[in-house]
């Protein structure tokens, strides 16, 4: 069987790294194509996973819109899957690039596999373009691995057959696992990791923070400046915060909280390293899905700075809470689980066990075609 691994950014690199690597040890052959919708986040990710693109469309552009990207996308898929003519594409999640490589693929007749299929929000501004992008990815996928029973239910409620929908956990576990090991062995030096070890107090406790969402732009990046401004007032806080590169994000962030005391603002950092800060962290606050899956596994508190999330199985198992962009309610929970929190009961992360990759490869080898 000849499988397409089709991503363009580093959260669908980092969930389709450990796939990647349990279909190089199948009898499929397998091929990859980015479309480089972020590039230098997304090379970090290729090289600390040593994966070689087969395809490297390098589609990022300076201000892009999401039309141009979309046009790009399809284009440029279409001279790949031509040539290739794959059995099967696998996409990742709800980006741009899984919805329209999903779209190009179903214009061939090229079967579409979706990993980390069936999360909903059902609310198409939140997140924006994602949720629509996911939507319109399963209405094409004729294969749909869920990472977890709510995402099942979400595509049998939907009127997609049971048949193939294979509940697998989420590789991004997978990745976590294999990341923490890394980084742990005996000799091991990643030169960020090291770069942080120097310049960040580990003797408080500290707060990691990320923030990338659309819907966030604007007041609510601003509310949350506000409380993370008056939470750096403790004299028991570290403030870390990765900030992302899109100037709706940086320039407000550096506005707020440039050279203040306790506030650590440094540029992304690769994942390897972000690893090691959410295993430093007592406290992380973010809009990612990523990190709210991770986390559980860390035994690390997050406090979603969303007011929906389609990854609720945190939420209900008290691993996260959502708290919006509400300056007040930000820092009403910080100083909580700052104070209070001591660990969590339930330890069992709900979005997977590290072994999602080996039963989608599994769910492969033994698929009737």
Known sequence: MKILLCFGT??????????????????????????AQHRQMLDQVLDFFAIVPDYDL????PN????????????KMDEVLTKEMPDLVLVHGDTTTSSMVALAAFHLGIRVGHIEAGLRTYNKQVPFPEEINRQITSRIADIHFTPTTQATKNLLNEGVSETYIVETGNTVIDALFWTANKIQE???LHPEIEQLKKCIPTNKKIVLVTGHRRESFGEGFQNICEALLAISERADVTIVYPVHLNPNVKDVVYEFLSNKENIFLIPPVSYPAFVWLMQQSFLIVSDSGGIQEEAPSLG??????RTISERPEGVSAGFSKLVGTDTQK???NMEAILDDFTGFEEKRNP??????SQQIVDFLLKEPK
């Open 330 to 332: 930000i820092m009403k």
């Open 300 to 305: 690390k508190p997050v406090l979603v700075t």
């Open 186 to 188: 005996a000799g091991y």
């Open 10 to 35: 580093r959260p669908e690199a980092i969930k389709m790294a450990p796939l990647y690597h349990e279909l190089q040890k199948s009898s499929c052959e397998v091929k990859v194509c980015v479309t």
């Open 64 to 75: 892009q819109t999401l039309n141009g990207l979309s046009a790009n996308i399809i284009s």
């Open 58 to 61: 390098d589609l990022m552009q």
């Open 351 to 356: 979005y997977g066990n590290g072994k999602a």
